[in-house]
């Protein structure tokens, strides 16, 4: 893996033959190549970053760098072919956790998209294992060891309004409960958590209509203290910037929540309620994550 002198930007190519050029620097040409795509693919409201926004994330590389004694690192990754053509594009934060016995880092997937000329080509998957060897890179990691663990907001099917669910699906060309089929193939599974996404902006409000996932980690029930250093960093960074959250705000409950909480939280398998949706079975069921509990048990 080729890195820059100052250690923000890598370039590798996968073993399919797909490039991958990252950066955790705001001023590089990788965000404005990432933000192209980027701009394409996501057109609900409240889950958009303007291109200021991510370069105030990318700019707390150097403030935040040992947030919460932690190690930090965001990152925007362009994936693209031999001859230069933009594939997909992914943003993630990477969180050195030193908790006995599990993965060594947390992954917030903030945003990941295939381009439309070159899905059907496994990308998604090929996109995880960019975000693994990146997150190892940045974080000084064992490459040899195991792997981290990456956490990813859905649309939630059940949640979202008949006007969105129409419109980020024609947009998309990707049918809501088709997408959680995608990520249930790479392994995903749903965080049992009542989680809610604060306001990515002032101009936004906080979106309770997504579900949690995870994807990677090693057990059937997430620590509560690792869920708790994940989200506490993933707020503090790639959500609120830096900035302090009023009293009360969504963040802030949900991290007392988990440093008050000593069981852990389950993970629910996905196919058990996309199965029940398929057949019609969803109705009376208020989210996705309440469908998937009923359905597992």
């Given at each position: 893996?080729k ?13 399919s033959?797909?490039g ?9 040409p990788i965000l ?22 991510f370069e ?5 590389n ?13 990152l925007?990754?362009v ?8 594939l997909g594009?992914?943003?993630?934060l990477a ?5 006995p016995?599990?993965p060594?880092?947390?992954v917030?997937l ?13 990308l ?12 190892q890179a ?5 490459p ?19 006007e969105?669910?129409a419109a ?7 049918d809501q409960v ?15 958590f009542?989680?809610v996404?604060?306001?990515?902006s002032?101009?936004q409000?906080p ?10 980690y090693?057990?059937?029930a997430v ?10 960093s993933?707020?503090?960074?790639s959500?609120l ?10 963040a ?6 988990l440093?008050?909480r000593t ?7 996905m ?6 949706l ?6 009376g ?13």
């Amino acid at each position: 893996m080729k890195t820059d002198d100052a250690g923000s930007g890598f370039e590798f190519i996968l073993p399919s033959g797909v490039g991958v050029r990252a950066s955790g620097d705001p001023a590089s040409p990788i965000l404005k190549r990432f933000f192209e795509g980027y701009d394409r693919a996501f057109v609900l409201p409240d889950e958009r970053e303007e291109l200021d926004g991510f370069e105030t994330c990318l700019a707390l590389n150097a403030s935040h760098d040992r947030a919460f004694g932690r190690r930090h690192r965001e990152l925007v990754a362009v994936l693209e072919d031999a001859d230069g053509t933009l594939l997909g594009g992914i943003n993630f934060l990477a969180t050195g956790v030193e908790r006995p016995g599990l993965p060594p880092a947390a992954v917030a997937l903030n945003y990941v998209y295939v381009e439309e000329a070159a899905r059907g080509r496994g990308l998604l998957r090929q996109a995880l294992r960019a975000v693994r060897d990146l997150t190892q890179a940045a974080l000084a990691l064992d490459p040899a060891g195991p792997a981290p663990a990456v956490f990813i907001e859905q649309n939630d099917p059940l949640c979202l309004t008949a006007e969105a669910y129409a419109a980020d699906t024609a947009h998309s060309g990707l049918d809501q409960v088709d997408r959680l089929a995608i990520w249930d193939r790479v392994g995903a599974r749903v965080v049992d958590f009542p989680y809610v996404q604060p306001a990515l902006s002032a101009d936004q409000r906080p979106d309770d209509g997504l579900l949690y996932a995870a994807v990677d980690y090693p057990h059937g029930a997430v620590d509560a203290g690792f869920l708790h250093d994940h989200l506490q960093s993933f707020f503090a960074i790639s959500v609120l910037k830096g900035e302090v959250e009023p009293p009360g705000g969504a963040a802030g409950v949900q991290i007392a929540a988990l440093a008050a909480r000593t069981a852990p939280v389950p993970l629910l398998s996905m196919k058990p309620a996309l199965d029940r949706l398929r057949a019609g079975g969803g109705e009376g069921f208020t989210s996705f994550r309440e469908l998937a509990r009923e359905a597992g048990g």
